[in-house]
């Protein structure tokens, strides 16, 4: 026995999400220590650290609302909720590297913290539009998980939220942004530093939500506010315009790089020419075209070129040969300027090629574009207006009702606009999120694109399990999440019957993992209502066991992978043994990290000695299962936490 047990007492696995309270002030900490007295934080000091001593000053911009307070405490309050899994709802569970999670997004997204904080490189959100009437999404401060599982049914109470959107006026501006701040802020923390999010939304909040996102993500992360046409004869529902569009609020990270649209079959015809090795290119003009490009403004890409008239072969020095000078002159006679400066032209001497124009005496230089540079092809920048056929409400509609032909009374996004928006900023192996997923045409999108261009992006979205007003006609979905999941599933069947090659159901990771949002596996403790000490001794030996009536050994692993960090696509894996003792391995190849965990209401040391863990490995039991001497022989041994 060791000789000091009291030492090496083992940790307890979490039983709620981080308190997000503490964890910034640990990170102001790490950052500012001298702002911290005695453990606390001392904001007069942290002020004249920043250099604002005192409040006395000129009043200062600021964006709130009614109930901003409680928003922000709805999103520091820590949950108890947890995921399980459903493997029947689910396409190829064990190999699937897609997630499909039911539940109140609020909940599941603190749940999701520890597991995927800055690890997600898009998110997309579609959040219900304001109409001024109430949405499925109120939040109760009290006990939100409560507040779900009576929307949902699943507990018993006079919870009679059943649409999103329920006849209630009042509160119309505030009660939007008080649901959609504690969201749009863990959006943030889920974030790589090179990340991006894209909003739907339409005019009646969109100046809000851009105030709101500047405060969430601070204004020099916005992109871009894009016009989406989405109905291009316009709606008659204003007075005196035709609405037509919607907008696409766009933020990015500071490290965030654009991987541009694929290039159109229009655009790509414009590459007409072809060099000796048959590489197709175009010819663009050097000289920049924008009215402010001008000698004035840009004073050193203003110079001469040299021209050989008979070839066209370019140079920076006159010559006999070069002897055509051309300035960068505008067509109005107006000094301008040349794209590149001298050591560029210099460096691509090769590629320049000097034409006169027809019937003037100027003269032109252009550079040579090819295709597929260093044999990638080309891409083309995202512009601030997005219109097309494949954007429009009735594509939208199309595409879903090819998919559940009797839904109606829905209104999803066109698959294309979410190609658009997730070619642009995901590439291999990266994470995306929607977690207002509706009907999922985000997820669908994300299919195909594995299909057309081979790149293994993976997604998360969430859906509340809202009650559909119409059941399709001849189906069994109940709810939107039921639409969500039924398409993802033929999304991957589609994937499955088009590849060149056989293989199982959504083999080759092409599968998707169906989790619900749950209460914990372990008991919370509920205190007695009177200081009694015999309902005291009841409720402690009640306690005795951490684990709720009825808990199942799947659940409890899945809640202990999430308290610990661990993704949603880790692996569990029942470990071989030769005693009477079960131990699962859990493993989570996106971290290179695993623990081993086991249920069993007592243990040995041989047995868990035969598992060879090292001082890092990770052990997780019950603590019922543990004897003094044993937690302390234990905990010297490996890193033991328990249950």
């Not at 460096?347 to 005496?361: D, F, G, H, P, Y």
């Not at 052990?619 to 001497?629: E, I, P, Q």
Request: charged share 30%; proline share 5%.
């Amino acid at each position: 026995m060791p000789k000091n047990p009291e030492n090496s007492r083992p940790e307890r696995v979490a039983a709620e999400s981080p308190d997000i309270r503490s964890e910034l002030r640990e990170q102001l900490r790490a950052l500012i220590p001298e702002a911290f007295a005695e453990g606390k934080l001392d904001a007069g000091k942290l002020k004249a650290l920043l250099g604002e001593n005192g409040d006395a000053g000129p009043e200062r911009y600021s964006f709130s609302w009614a109930g901003k307070r409680d928003a922000i405490a709805m999103l520091q309050l820590p949950t108890r909720a947890t995921l399980v899994p459903d493997c029947d709802k689910s396409v190829n569970f064990d190999e699937a590297q897609h997630v499909f999670i039911e539940g109140e997004n609020l909940e599941v997204l603190k749940v999701l913290y520890r597991s995927y904080f800055g690890r997600v490189k898009m998110i997309y959100i579609d959040p219900p539009y304001n109409t001024g009437n109430d949405f499925i999404y109120p939040d109760d401060f009290a006990d939100p998980l409560d507040h779900y599982l009576r929307i949902t049914g699943q507990k018993n109470g006079n919870g009679d939220y059943t649409t999103s959107q329920v006849d209630r006026n009042g509160r119309i501006h505030s009660a939007w942004l008080s649901m959609m701040y504690p969201r749009l802020a863990l959006a943030r923390q889920f974030l790589r530093e090179d990340g991006v999010i894209f909003v739907s939304i339409d005019d009646r909040e969109v100046h809000n939500l851009r105030m709101l996102m500047n405060e969430v993500f601070g204004d020099e992360c916005f992109a871009a506010q894009i016009a989406v046409v989405n109905n291009l004869k316009g709606r008659n529902d204003r007075t005196y315009v035709a609405t037509a569009h919607e907008h696409l609020l766009m933020y990015a990270r500071a490290n965030f790089e654009s991987l541009g649209l694929p290039l159109t079959s229009k655009q790509i015809g414009e590459y007409k020419e072809e060099d000796k090795e048959g590489a197709r290119y175009q010819w663009r003009d050097l000289r920049k075209r924008g009215g402010a490009d001008t000698r004035l403004r840009r004073p050193k890409l203003y110079f001469p070129i040299y021209a050989d008239p008979k070839s066209g072969q370019c140079s920076l020095a006159q010559s006999a040969k070069f002897s055509q000078e051309i300035f960068p002159t505008k067509s109005d006679g107006v000094d301008g300027c040349w794209r590149w400066g001298t050591n560029k032209v210099k460096m691509n001497l090769s590629i320049l090629r000097a034409t006169q124009v027809e019937s003037k005496e100027r003269w032109n230089v252009s550079y040579r574009v090819f295709l597929e540079p260093n044999g990638k092809m080309r891409v083309s920048k995202p512009k601030s207006l997005w219109i097309g056929p494949e954007f429009s409400t009735d594509a939208a509609t199309k595409s879903l009702k090819a998919v559940v032909p009797g839904v109606n009374n829905f209104t999803p996004k066109p698959v294309d606009l979410m190609k658009a928006i997730v070619v642009q900023s995901v590439d291999e192996d990266e994470i995306c999120m929607d977690f207002f997923a509706g009907s999922c045409t985000f997820a669908q999108a994300v299919v195909e694109l594995t299909k057309e261009d081979g790149v293994g992006r993976r997604f998360i979205t969430v859906q509340f399990p809202e009650r559909l007003a119409e059941k399709p006609v001849g189906s069994e979905l109940v709810t939107i999440a039921d639409i969500g999941r039924h398409r993802i599933a033929r999304a991957i069947e589609l994937f499955d019957s088009q590849k060149s090659m056989g293989g199982k159901p959504g083999g080759n990771g092409v599968g998707v993992r169906s989790f619900s949002l749950a209460t914990s596996n372990f008991r919370g403790w509920k205190g007695v209502a009177e200081k009694d000490a015999d309902a005291v001794a009841t409720q402690i030996e009640a306690f005795a066991d951490s684990l709720v009536p009825g808990w199942k050994p799947e659940n409890v692993i899945w809640e202990v992978a999430l308290r610990e960090g661990y993704s949603l696509t880790s692996r569990i894996e029942k470990m071989p043994s030769s005693g009477k003792r079960t131990f699962w391995r859990v493993t989570d190849p996106d971290r290179e990290q695993s623990f081993v965990i086991c249920l069993d209401d007592a243990l040995t040391l041989e047995a868990v000695r035969a598992l060879k863990l090292k001082k890092d490995s990770l052990f997780v039991c019950r603590d019922a299962a543990l004897d003094d001497t044993l937690s302390a022989n234990l905990a010297l041994q490996c890193r033991l936490k328990v249950l």
